[in-house]
């Protein structure tokens, strides 16, 4: 798999990553986007939540320029994240579509 996760507490997203990488091939990036910021929450202090001030994602795929997520660009998803959480379900992420869209 491509995901790596560098710095303070890196260990921690690496780990996230290493153990669902078999179900990412066939995800639709909007889901991707949901794991990474996944992982990196697994790198937050106690107490500590993602949210827009401390979140910014960047990636490239196949057939397309690398692409920064942040602000108002990353909050749908991190939605998806609390949503999910509310409801006890997985997290699914079609409803974000249009924030990857420029």
Same mark, same amino acid.
């Given at each position: 798999?491509?995901?790596?996760?560098?710095?303070?507490? @890196?260990? *921690?997203? $690496?780990?996230? +990553?290493? $153990? $669902? #990488?078999?179900? #990412? /091939?066939?995800?639709?990036?909007?889901?991707?986007?949901?794991?990474?910021?996944?992982? +990196? $929450?697994?790198? =937050? %202090?106690? !107490?500590?939540? +993602?949210?827009?001030?401390?979140?910014? =994602?960047?990636?490239? @795929?196949?057939?397309?320029? #690398?692409?920064? =997520? /942040?602000?108002?660009?990353?909050?749908? #998803?991190?939605?998806?994240? !609390?949503? %999910?959480?509310?409801?006890?379900?997985?997290?699914?992420?079609?409803?974000? *579509?249009?924030?990857?869209?420029?």
């Amino acid at each position: 798999y491509h995901a790596f996760a560098i710095g303070s507490r @890196s260990q *921690a997203a $690496r780990t996230y +990553l290493e $153990r $669902r #990488f078999e179900s #990412f /091939e066939d995800l639709p990036l909007d889901e991707l986007v949901v794991h990474a910021l996944l992982s +990196l $929450r697994e790198t =937050l %202090a106690a !107490g500590t939540e +993602l949210s827009t001030g401390n979140v910014a =994602l960047g990636f490239v @795929s196949a057939g397309s320029m #690398f692409t920064l =997520l /942040e602000d108002d660009k990353v909050q749908p #998803f991190l939605d998806m994240i !609390g949503a %999910a959480e509310v409801s006890g379900g997985a997290v699914a992420a079609p409803a974000a *579509a249009g924030a990857m869209e420029e």
